[in-house]
């Protein structure tokens, strides 16, 4: 028995395997033709365009991963099936049970391959391919175009842009006093990180006191606190491309300074859901080939799988702008499409060995 296990898993995993790289060749192709209107501004030639898909495509396929294991497993065991192996090997005394083990076992080591790709491989990668972008068409390197607000202690800093995740540019802070009122603003053309603090450059200070308000020009002003640089990354990169430390680590930073973590903690359980839901797509193929797929053309497999995956896709990102716009909770909005098929795969087990 153990060598038909490993035989099913065998399966499973070369068709996910070869679902995945259909998949990496038709993102490359239609991630390639949208740079297309870019290609010539400034220095950012083909090859260059060719190299920034190439470092996102670990993102694109962390986020395909179980849409190519679902169509993967439908194209090997809905194979087996229509040649008759599968109920060879029910014939030989392996049950249901024993079938969705082995696909389960199979769905854990894709789970693990997409954990280690969204952990370790997308984030750095996505990283490069926005500076290398940046510095091609503008010459400079940008995380992130975008401003935005932070908080540290009794701070509250605006920032028009990250140049990078030492050095900001565009800066008004505000300190307040305990009773909410403001002592001084300063603001700054630019900011750099140096021996553990945030160092202003030629700020102007204006100071509010009893006897009235002070405006004054200073060479240099420094604050230290919580916000670091490494935190940044989470302030001005999308969330979806973190790794789950980095998540956690920024987390942690706006619960100490009372500020909003929803955003942050769906990003988490995104992250979570994407490994359980390989699983789970690979399960719910067990009930789907020992019913109606198993006569079908493999074309027909690959549009199910197709209409299932895209189906996931749609009710995973419904939920989650429902769970921002209602407040559900984070982990429910992430894990509820998961579920679903997780549940639909159990129940669709149990039938079949009735």
Do not use: C
């Amino acid at each position: 028995m153990k060598r038909l296990d490993r035989y099913l898993m065998a399966t499973v995993l070369g068709g996910a395997l070869l679902a995945l790289a259909i998949i990496i060749a038709l993102l490359l192709v239609f991630e390639y033709m949208e740079e297309f209107d870019d290609i010539g501004r400034g220095n950012y030639t083909a090859l260059g365009a060719l190299t920034y898909v190439l470092l996102k495509l670990p993102h694109r396929l962390y986020q395909g991963y179980p849409m190519a294991a679902l169509i993967g497993s439908l194209m090997g065991l809905g194979a087996l099936a229509a040649n008759s192996e599968l109920t060879a090997m029910r014939a030989a005394g392996m049950s249901v049970a024993r079938i969705a083990r082995a696909v389960v076992a199979a769905g854990l080591l894709l789970g693990l391959g997409a954990l280690a790709i969204g952990e370790w491989l997308a984030p750095p990668a996505e990283r490069m391919a926005q500076e290398l972008r940046s510095i091609a068409i503008h010459d400079r390197v940008t995380v992130r175009d975008r401003g935005f607000w932070a908080r540290d202690g009794d701070l509250f800093i605006e920032v028009r842009r990250a140049v990078s995740q030492e050095q900001l540019a565009g800066l008004r802070i505000f300190q307040l006093g305990e009773d909410g009122r403001p002592l001084r603003i300063l603001t700054a053309e630019s900011a750099h990180h140096a021996d553990g603090a945030w160092v202003l450059t030629e700020p102007v200070m204006t100071e509010f006191g009893d006897d009235g308000v002070r405006v004054e020009r200073l060479p240099r002003w420094s604050w230290s606190g919580t916000l670091e640089p490494r935190l940044l990354e989470a302030v001005v990169v999308d969330p979806d491309t973190l790794p789950i430390r980095d998540l956690l680590g920024y987390i942690g930073y706006l619960r100490r300074n009372g500020l909003e973590t929803e955003h942050y903690r769906l990003a988490l359980w995104s992250k979570v859901a994407t490994p359980l839901a390989t699983v789970a797509m690979l399960l719910l193929t067990v009930p789907l080939v020992f019913g109606g797929v198993r006569s079908s053309g493999a074309g027909q497999r690959i549009f199910l799988g197709g209409l299932i995956g895209f189906a996931f896709i749609l009710l995973n990102r419904l939920l989650i702008r429902v769970g921002l716009v209602y407040g559900l909770p984070p982990a429910l909005s992430a894990l509820l499409p998961t579920l679903l098929v997780l549940s639909g795969g159990i129940y669709g087990i149990v039938r079949l060995r009735r």
